[in-house]
């Protein structure tokens, strides 16, 4: 099992910045991509970043050039740089990580943060 907990979210003004931060617990020696999701009220859940082990990065188009994730393997760590933040970034944000078992992916998620952008 994987434990995933966000911390970092709350209410910016728009323009402004927050970094999410996420800490992976349990068997994290097998972790394989990390990633963060966000759900708006009354919308789908979303990938917003992921990045492999090696560090390949991949980001939702509405969040390029302003949104930066990172990976620390050694702190087991997966962060969100969130910069020029919009009010159509207003969203819970979900730690995602997954494992190989078997050759079949396991996923897990953390309990989610709030980020709200309002004047």
């Known amino acids: 099992q994987v434990q995933l907990v966000e911390s970092g979210g709350g209410l910016v003004h728009p323009g402004g910045s ?10 994290i020696n097998s972790i394989n991509t990390m990633a963060w999701y966000r759900q708006a009220p ?16 991949n980001y ?10 990172s990976r620390d393997n050694a702190k087991n760590t997966v962060l969100l740089q969130m910069n020029s933040l919009k009010p159509e970034d207003t969203a819970v ?4 990580a997954d494992r190989i078992v078997d050759w079949n992916t396991v996923d897990y998620w953390g309990q989610g943060t709030q980020v709200t952008v309002s004047s």
């Open 93 to 96: 944000y979900y730690c995602y």
């Open 18 to 27: 927050l970094r999410l931060s996420c800490a992976a617990s349990g068997r």
């Open 42 to 57: 009354g919308k789908q859940r979303e990938l917003v970043a992921d990045i492999t082990t090696g560090g390949s990065t």
């Open 60 to 69: 939702a188009d509405s969040v390029k050039g302003r949104f930066t994730i």
